[in-house]
Structure formats: C-alpha cells, structure tokens
T-cell receptor, first 112, second 114 residues
C-alpha cells in the first residue's frame, strides 16, 4: 500500500492564481481531511469528508474548496491564491473507527 | 467545539533526562487522545494513544496519562535520546460515533541535547 499520497510536493503561485492540491489514499478509508500547518499554529483543519459525496468545513475553510467524488481521492482547490495561504498542507485519512490519522507527505505552497 | 491547549511550546532537555508535555481539553465527551510526532520536514505520525476508559498507557520509553476529571493528559518520555528531537502534537476527538475529527494542540518542539 502507498498509504496517503499528495502531489505536488512543492508549488509556487502568484497572487490570484488557482490550483488544485491532489490527495489520494489506497486504504479504503472513509474519513479524509485537509490541514494547514503554520509555525506556532499547529495543524488547523480546512475541510473534511466522512465519505464519498459528503464534505464539511473545518476551522479555516475560507479560500478553499473540496469535493469527494470517490473514496480514494480528496482534492483541495485554491480559488484565488493569496500570500496568507503560504503554508504546508497535509492531507490525512482515517478508517471507520476514526482513530489514527494517516498523513500524506505534505505540499509546501508559497504564494508570492 | 473542542479546544486543546498544549504546553510548553518549546522544551529543551539533556540526553537521558525525562520530558513531559501537557495538554488540556474542553469537551468532556472527548474519548480518544492520540499523540503525534513530527520530525523536521516529515509528516506527523502516531506514536501513542489512549482512550478515556484507561488512565495510563506505556510503550517502552513513552507513556501517556489521562485525568478525565481534570480534562488533561500528558506525554512522558524517559531517557530521552537525540532522535526524540521533534515536534509533538496532542489531539482529542470523539470516536466512534462522534465527529471523529481530532482537534490538535499547537505542538511542542522538543530539543534533546547530546
């Protein structure tokens, strides 16, 4: 199993550009989440999904969209990138017991 | 919603010393308390967890204690080694049956000096 994969690893955007961060898992997990990690701020939840077709907002959803058309994939869309969205983004998945979060390797995004 | 406070934000110890990281939570319904370790440039990974029906759990040099009444839980690392240097996150959630989404503390940067 590859676990949780994310692409790209690094990305530089200009203000106003849009892009999609990809996340996939091959563990048949129901739950998937997106977090952003900023220095001193811990892991803040952006959006999450409890199954295909079901998504909900987390703590910091503004400027981001998600969809969950399949169990495996959970892409995160930045609609119009802003410098405040410069961060490291982690995708995570968890099984139906909702216990351990399996994190992807992260995407480091810089918005100039 | 749940609020998790974690202290200290930075902890510096000498190799061989013990390290303790403390977290408090606000939602008395939370019943699952994991700890994650994140090495520099890597992803967070689960190192130990505890459920609310257990007061203490050990795994070699690490242990977690939980005080449900006071709503706090702690990570204890004994005989620290340089490879223990990392950022540690505590979290709290309601699982199964709840939202399952963990709320994370802000992290503790542990530095172990050789």
């Amino acid at each position: 199993n590859a676990g949780v994969t994310q692409t790209p690893k690094f990305q530089v955007l200009k203000t106003g550009q849009s892009m999609t961060l990809q996340c996939a898992q091959d563990m048949n997990h129901e739950y998937m989440s997106w977090y952003r990690q900023d220095p001193g701020m811990g892991l803040r939840l952006i959006h999450y999904s409890v199954g295909a077709g079901i998504t909900d907002q987390g703590e910091v959803p503004n400027g981001y969209n998600v969809s969950r058309s399949t169990t495996e994939d959970f892409p995160l869309r930045l609609l119009s990138a802003a410098p405040s969205q410069t961060s490291v983004y982690f995708c995570a998945s968890s099984g139906t017991s909702g216990n351990e979060q399996y994190f992807g390797p992260g995407t480091r995004l810089t918005v100039t | 919603g749940e609020n998790v406070e974690q202290h200290p934000s930075t902890l510096s110890v000498q190799e061989g010393d013990s390290a303790v990281i403390k977290c408090t939570y606000s939602d008395s319904a939370s019943n699952y308390f994991p700890w994650y370790k994140q090495e520099l440039g890597k992803r967070p990974q689960l190192i130990i967890d505890i459920r609310s029906n257990v007061g203490e759990k050990k795994d070699q040099r690490i242990a977690v204690t939980l005080n449900k009444t006071a709503k706090h839980f702690s990570l204890h690392i004994t005989e620290t080694q340089p490879e223990d240097s990392a950022v540690y996150f505590c979290a709290a959630s309601i699982t199964p049956g709840g939202s399952y989404i963990p709320t994370f503390g802000r992290g503790t940067s542990l530095i172990v000096h050789p």
